[in-house]
């Protein structure tokens, strides 16, 4: 089969290789189409010592073969995965693996090209979201409307994957106000989202710091800040949480600590009082893994329904062979409210009927 390989630069060689095995809980996916994410670019930086790898996380594809212990997937079945990062048989292939508590079923309305834009930015979103800042959940009873509707949360780089995700996932769970910070894609893909009756506002980061400081104090209308979301994690963003995250709060006989959650790894510059987390989406393949079988779930049912929508794509031309400009407007900021995905059959050399 064939197979991208990315090494630091970016730089990828598309190569033979043979058509992998899964193993027991694992499902063998013939991709249809792939996702990308900025990672994709990074992690050959990052670790340069380490051997080229084919970074592709995001499967969208037909189920191929399926491990003895597999009880939810058959061959012909309609899915996307999220493959395990750091490991081989990824996206950027004919034929992926990926472990079946992180491969879920895709609705009939939902094409492989959305698809392919869910697997990893999604299930970041939901980790964020729910079990580093511990919003409460939707299907949560425990925590009443009034106090979800009173719950501000700032999430910053809201046009981003990510932070897409995050909003609608937010506000399925009933959180409000929501403070959404974005650039010129806000208006067209954010702004239809927020509820203003609720408190919901978009602030436009393009308009400078103090106007974006200032613009989260006036919707915050003399609450405290404690949750935020860094979907962007750089280029300042933390700096512009930490004039605005809570010192803590006295709510009964408890002391409630701000927390904020960023998508690198850096430790970041917001105030001691904060408690900051990394949301890494690994983990659903380590020590979360029955959360990301559960929201997986929850997702495609989501979709299903329709108040879950993935992400605005970009087929980039060429299959496999358009992996190199994808990874370089990554890297050179060029994608905006934009997730670039692959149809593998426009590879060279890759025969395939209609998909």
């Given amino acids: 089969m064939k197979e991208a390989i990315v090494a630091a630069g970016p730089k990828v060689q598309i190569i033979d290789s043979p058509i992998p095995e899964p193993n027991d809980d694992q499902v063998l996916i013939r991709v249809v189409v792939s996702g990308c994410n900025p990672k994709d670019w990074k992690l050959p930086e990052w670790m340069p010592d380490k051997p080229p790898l084919n970074q592709g996380d995001d499967i969208a594809g037909i189920v191929e073969k399926v491990g003895s212990r597999v009880w939810e997937f058959k061959p012909g079945d309609r899915v996307a995965a999220f493959h395990e990062m750091f490991s081989p048989h990824g996206s950027f292939a004919e034929y992926a693996v990926a472990w079946q508590h992180t491969t879920f079923h895709i609705p009939q309305e939902t094409s492989f090209e959305e698809a392919a834009a869910l697997p990893l930015a999604a299930m970041t979103a939901a980790l964020g979201l729910f079990s580093r800042l ?13 106090e979800r509707e009173n719950t501000p949360l700032v999430i910053y780089g809201a046009s981003s994957a ?9 506000k399925r769970s009933n959180i409000h106000p929501l403070i959404c910070i974005a650039g010129r894609a806000g208006s067209e893909r954010i702004a239809p989202l927020l509820d203003q009756s609720k408190g919901d506002v978009l602030i436009d980061y393009r308009e400078g710091e103090q106007a974006v400081v200032e613009g989260i104090k006036k919707a915050l209308n003399g609450r405290p800040l404690l949750h935020a979301f860094d979907a962007v994690s750089e280029k300042g963003t933390p700096e512009h949480l930490a004039q605005v995250l809570s010192q803590p709060v006295k709510k009964g006989d408890k002391e409630v600590r701000a927390k904020v959650t960023f998508v690198l790894f850096d430790k970041m510059g917001v105030p001691d009082y904060v408690d900051q987390s990394t949301t890494n989406v690994g983990s659903v393949h380590k020590d979360e893994k ?24 970009e087929v980039l031309p060429g299959g496999l062979a358009g992996v190199q400009e994808g990874l370089e407007r990554l890297r050179d900021g060029k994608a905006s409210a934009v997730k670039y995905v692959y149809r593998i059959k426009e590879t060279e050399g890759v025969e395939r009927g209609d998909e």
């Fill in 162 to 170: 990510v932070g897409y995700y995050a909003l609608q996932l937010a």
């Fill in 134 to 146: 511990g919003l409460p959940e939707p299907w949560t009873k425990a925590v009443p409307d009034e």
């Fill in 290 to 313: 029955d959360f990301g079988y559960v929201w997986y779930r929850y997702m495609a049912r989501g979709l299903q329904e329709g108040w879950f929508k993935p992400q605005r794509t």
